[in-house]
């Protein structure tokens, strides 16, 4: 990579550090363009070079997160010793989320909360989040062998944590929903197979 490129890549990643440590604690309308120099310790002209608006910066951000989640929740399940603990390990990893000390609920549903329809960037990536992140939830379920319905119920048993401990500030809501997603698993657990039968 050339020298140039580099830099501008460690620029800019040094850029979204500060976005997401801004715009996640006190949310995006809040912040303006200064505060965010500030603690980009970046001057607005080399900002608005590598993000030409806001908006462009909040998609950025919020891609990130969601890619740097996604792999983290995949890392989690890796090690699992069964179908059942890697459908599990999806709240283990809620669980030491919500006990971050700057844990401010789900960074999707707050930047939608903010801006919502008026800003359609926003509102698309949201929109990619959550059909990546269902996707991601309800297949590890269906991997593990459970039904579809089980599928759908244990992600909304995950938005349904995060929101809950968003409001609460307690990380409970992952046990509680761990325990939801136990019993919903264990009703549906897949059949053994008799030896000798067939």
């Known amino acids: 990579m050339p020298a140039a490129s580099a830099a501008q890549e460690a620029m800019r990643g040094q850029l979204l550090d ?7 604690s006190r ?26 608006s806001k908006d462009d910066l909040v998609v950025a951000f919020l891609r990130r997160r969601h890619d740097r989640m996604m792999a983290a929740i995949a890392e989690y399940g890796a090690d699992a010793q069964s179908p059942q603990l890697r459908v599990l390990a999806i709240f283990d990893y809620l669980d030491e989320w919500f006990r971050e000390p700057d844990f401010r609920g789900c960074p999707w549903m707050n930047a939608y909360g903010e801006l919502g329809p008026t800003n359609p960037a926003v509102a698309a990536e949201v929109r990619h989040h959550q059909r990546a992140f269902r996707k991601l939830v309800t297949g590890i379920v269906t991997e593990a062998g459970f039904g579809v319905d089980v599928a759908n119920a244990v992600y909304l048993l995950v938005e349904g944590a995060v929101a809950t401990a968003a409001v609460q500030h307690a990380a409970s809501p992952a046990g509680e929903a761990r325990r939801g997603a136990e019993l919903l698993l264990a009703s549906d657990r897949p059949p053994t197979r008799r030896v000798g039968t067939r």
């Open 18 to 24: 500060a976005a997401e440590q801004v715009f996640y």
């Open 27 to 52: 949310g995006i309308q809040a912040v303006n363009m200064n505060e965010l120099r500030a603690a980009a310790e970046l001057p607005l002209r080399r900002i608005y070079q590598l993000f030409p």
